[in-house]
């Protein structure tokens, strides 16, 4: 079994897309964070192009690249407004990870796939007290919903009335869109299952700030919550909790679905009942979790 958590899950994701990697593993988890696409060769190229002429150099200069020192590449990089992502070259990336569909080289390998219910809380904390104006001024902003904001607010708004503005602001950022369409193309694929789940446990350091931020869910995956207090407290609900994530977390890497005794019957994903476990202290399988909110949002892909 191969897991990885933010970056982590889009390499997992690149990974059963790649030919290369075939039969390498049986079971996959994408823990927050989705590769649904990656860069076509063209976009590479160009991007190529533009660090090679903040460096100076020509595209045959191949051995200066090597002996470039690795903060000049990175300055360069980033003068040319570049991100590394996978590329689509054909060869090693033939297509798409998971566009139009799940990757079919992977079509035997199920997938655990799964958010938090707030992820930017985690680097974030200083939006945690925002008021109702700054939380509707950023989510108008235009790579966020633009002229949509206050029509998709009053959806969320609606089933959470006494939610602060940063409860809802970082609520609607971490709609798992990308997961979704993820575990709708598995599905639809017919092959091996695929497992969606949200973890929506609120930590409770620094007062209940952070929610259910980003990597939240990492100690009790690995049942070390002892080496993370910082992260997750020290309260009587937080070995339980592991106890019941890790077994899951075995149970799949051993038999392809993460159902124990431990917990609800955990269901396949698929395109009718859309079944997601919610992981709190106490588990619950939710037919068509948010539905409203998903088909709200369903046009916007927030990162």
Known sequence: MLFGQSGGAGKIATLMAMPAAKGLFHR????SGAQYTA???AQAQARTEKVLANLGLGPTQIDELHRMPASRL?????????????????????????????????????????????????????????DDAEMRTRLGAADVLGGEASRILEIFRRRRPHATP??????????????IRQAENKAAQGGAPAF??????RTPVR????????????????????????????????????????????????????????IPHWPPYDASRRPT????????VVDDLNREERLAMASFVLR
Not at 196 to 201: C, H, V
């Open 28 to 31: 996959a988890s994408l823990q």
């Open 39 to 41: 860069i076509p060769k």
């Open 74 to 130: 990175l300055q360069a990089s980033v003068g040319a407004r570049i991100t590394f992502s996978p590329v689509v070259d054909g060869v090693t990336l033939p297509h798409m990870p998971f566009e139009p569909g799940a990757p079919d080289l992977a079509a035997d390998v199920p997938v655990l796939i799964g958010t938090t219910e707030t992820e930017g809380t985690y680097n974030a904390a200083d939006l945690v007290g925002m």
């Open 166 to 179: 940063a409860e809802l602001y970082f609520t609607i950022r971490a709609m798992p869109m990308l997961a």
């Open 196 to 201: 969606l789940w949200q973890i929506n446990w």
């Open 207 to 262: 007062d209940g700030l952070f929610l259910s931020p980003h990597c939240v869910e990492l100690p009790f995956v690995f049942d070390n919550v002892w080496h993370a207090p910082e992260m997750v407290g020290t309260g009587p609900e937080i070995q339980p909790l592991a106890d019941k994530m890790s077994a899951a977390w075995v149970a799949f890497a051993r038999t392809g679905s993460p159902d124990h005794a431990g």
């Open 277 to 284: 476990m919610v992981i709190d202290n106490e588990w619950k």
